[in-house]
């Protein structure tokens, strides 16, 4: 198929269900950039990426039977996207304790400057300030994770995180304030274990 030409989905779909791998390789191809954006939006670790969407594009090849064509079918890879990372965070061992010595040079330094509200930091520091909400973020369990992810890094609407996740938008509310609370008490704690 040449690069300039638009995918016909519906032609892939039935290709793909006759077992055509190179209609299979498409829309694999096609379906790429959104699951890894996906995949890497979610995960605080890179090094398992490419296993993570490989693992979606099984689970989406061997659920193919069940899409009815009802949403696009990026809402549909999406959903299976997003569920697969939340699994694979579930699943990942958590440390039972996020403590100051966990934190590289530069991390430390920027939590401290946060902590003694010092406005002088510099701005290569913005790198370490991701790297620490990632550490924080963590430290959370998968949804709320998500849900922080989704609502505050992401800049998406309550309705955009129901249709990703299937939760209802008061769900998606509450999980989104009690998220904050953790976040808010972890940083609490390494604040405390600091001035100990």
């Known amino acids: 198929m040449p690069d300039d030409e638009p995918l016909d989905l519906a032609d892939c779909l039935d290709r793909v269900r006759r ?10 191809e096609h379906l790429y950039p959104l699951v890894i954006r996906i995949v890497r939006a979610r995960l605080p ?24 064509g009802n949403v ?8 299976i996207a997003v569920t697969t990372c939340i699994d694979h965070l579930r699943a990942q061992q958590r440390r039972p304790e996020f403590r100051w010595a966990d ?6 330094d920027l939590l401290d400057a ?28 998968a949804d709320d994770r998500l849900v922080i992810q989704l609502l505050d890094l992401e800049q998406k609407t309550i309705a955009e995180i129901s ?5 209802n938008q008061s769900l998606v ?10 976040l808010q008490k972890l940083f609490k704690e390494l604040e405390r274990k600091e001035n100990a």
């Open 103 to 108: 934190l590289s040079e530069n991390e430390a």
């Open 163 to 167: 249709a990703l996740t299937g939760w």
């Open 114 to 141: 946060v902590i003694t509200d010092a406005n002088d930091t510099a701005p290569d520091d913005a790198l370490a300030a991701s790297e620490l909400v990632h550490k924080l973020l963590g430290q959370l369990k």
């Open 72 to 79: 696009p079918l990026s809402h549909w890879v999406s959903r």
């Open 19 to 28: 077992r055509d791998q190179a209609a299979a390789r498409e829309l694999v």
């Open 173 to 182: 509310k509450v999980r989104a304030f009690r998220a904050r609370r953790k």
């Open 45 to 68: 670790r890179r090094e398992a990426e490419e296993d993570l969407a490989q693992e979606i594009f099984l689970k989406m090849f061997s659920r193919l039977a069940q899409y009815q």
